[in-house]
């Protein structure tokens, strides 16, 4: 359901904008977000985009470097990496949960930097940073 692509091998300082395409019918009651898992280390919350209002999120580690946003139309979220660091090398899911419950989407929301919250996941594109 979810295709991310725009991975690459870049230098540091350098950009990539991944993107993250979902097949299911947009739900305006969806989160999606970004994680990243790098070598040897735990899956970690990077951003998360509420589709309802737009709000968004971010780990404090890309917080200023990255942009998340979504295009409604295409069910399709993006994610705009800008200086990025060689510890920013990782490979970068996207996921998803929707619900039509407003309670629930509240509940997402608060919960929307653990990988639990979202069922749906990516195949994961690898993002390379050298230094």
């Known amino acids: 359901q979810l295709q991310a692509s725009g991975g690459g091998s870049v230098q540091a300082g350098e950009s990539l904008r991944l993107s993250c395409a979902c097949s299911?019918?947009?739900?305006?009651?969806?989160?999606m977000a970004w994680f990243r898992q790098g070598p040897g280390k735990e899956r970690e919350f990077v951003a998360a985009i509420a589709w309802r209002k737009g709000n968004t999120d971010y780990a404090d580690s890309v917080k200023g470097r990255s942009t998340i946003s979504r295009d409604n139309a295409k069910n399709t979220m993006y994610l705009q990496m800008n200086s990025l660091k060689p510890e920013d090398t990782a490979v970068y899911y996207c996921?998803?949960?929707?619900?039509?419950?407003?309670?629930?989407?509240?509940?997402?929301?608060?919960?929307?930097?653990?990988?639990?919250?979202?069922?749906?996941w990516g195949q994961g594109t690898q993002v390379t940073v050298s230094s």
């Open positions: 299911r019918r947009t739900s305006s009651l969806q989160i």
């Open positions: 996921a998803i949960e929707a619900t039509t419950s407003f309670l629930k989407y509240v509940s997402m929301w608060k919960n929307r930097g653990a990988a639990s919250t979202y069922p749906y």
